[in-house]
């Protein structure tokens, strides 16, 4: 049991480890994060639909810039379906977990679009060349300009979102530096939770 005088040194600190809790702030700004990767991810998918297109008119002379335009559609439901899939902002994610993600969205757009234009009978308005370069194309170049990108950026503040370290002994602590050598995977430490108050600050 403690005694009286353990008690009266004990109050002070937690007070004051409080104190200092609420004056935890951190700079990372996740929807920032998450909004500059959907606006890098929507040039990606764009220009991988030109370059689809633009490979796949050298093999078919007659393929024209319609076809290009058919393929916008699809962007939007790209960026939907990296959304549902936790893209954005996409901290802590592996590099491979990221590509898995990556594929199959950009798979499961085209399988899509696929299976639209079989049931709208179109299919002789569309070119399945430009949408295979294009599919190859996205998966491609998502991963390696969010790669550069993230490479690019990780070092400013404003990346990533902020977290807390589960205790502050020498685990939390070595976990705490490991993340913020490597900014480029999103996390953030900006406290430790412990209860020990002999680790306040």
């Not at 093999?59 to 559609?73: H, K, S, T």
Request: glycine share 10%.
């Amino acid at each position: 049991m403690a005694t009286p005088l353990t008690i009266a040194k004990i109050r002070p600190q937690r007070a004051k480890a409080a104190s200092r809790a609420q004056e935890v702030v951190s700079t990372a700004k996740p929807l920032a994060t998450g909004a500059v990767l959907l606006a890098c991810d929507a040039l990606t998918l764009t220009l991988a639909g030109w370059l689809g297109y633009f490979l796949w008119s050298r093999v078919n002379v007659a393929i024209g810039p319609e076809f290009y335009r058919q393929l916008l559609p699809g962007l939007g439901v790209s960026l939907v379906i990296y959304a549902c899939s936790g893209l954005y902002p996409g901290a802590g994610l592996s590099p491979v977990e990221e590509l898995r993600r990556i594929v199959l969205g950009t798979t499961a757009v085209w399988l899509i679009s696929t299976a639209a234009i079989f049931l709208s009978k179109e299919g002789t308005s569309y070119s399945r060349g430009v949408l295979v370069a294009s599919w190859l194309c996205s998966w491609l170049l998502v991963p390696v300009v969010r790669a550069v990108l993230r490479k690019a950026l990780a070092r400013h503040g404003w990346w990533g979102v902020p977290v807390l370290v589960l205790g502050a002994g020498r685990t939390g602590r070595t976990l705490a530096h490991n993340l913020n050598a490597q900014p480029e995977c999103g996390l953030r430490p900006v406290a430790y939770l412990d209860d020990d108050p002999d680790k306040t600050g």
